[in-house]
């Protein structure tokens, strides 16, 4: 079993930034993919953006050069920093991980943007 925790989601103002926190914890066996979903009221979730264990990164487009996700190994811990939020970024943010063919999702953090 692994476990996923996220946090830092909030209400910012349009332009604003937030970062947020995933920590796993669990059965993890070394260092997988992690990966940010978000979801808007009334839509499906979409996967948001990417990192494998060796670092690179994959960003869907709407957020390629405001977003950017990054891990600490050592924490089990993977983040992501939005900058330059817009209203159409307010969502719940899911942090997933695939272990050993098993799929797991966080809690959620809701990010709300203002315009």
């Known amino acids: 079993q692994v476990q996923l925790v996220e946090s830092g989601g909030g209400a910012v103002q349009a332009g604003g930034s937030l970062r947020l926190s995933c920590s796993a914890s669990?059965?993890?066996?070394?260092?997988?993919?992690m990966a940010w979903y978000r979801q808007a009221p009334g839509k499906p979730r979409e996967f948001v953006a990417l990192?494998?264990?060796?670092?690179?990164?994959n960003y869907v487009g709407s957020v390629k050069g405001r977003f950017t996700i990054s891990r600490d190994n050592a924490k089990n811990t993977v983040y992501l920093q939005m900058n330059s939020l817009k209203p159409e970024d307010t969502a719940v943010y899911y942090c997933n991980t695939i272990v050993r063919s098993d799929t797991y999702w966080g809690q959620g953090t809701q990010v709300t943007v203002s315009s």
């Open positions: 669990g059965s993890i066996f070394g260092t997988p993919a």
């Open positions: 990192i494998d264990p060796s670092g690179r990164t």
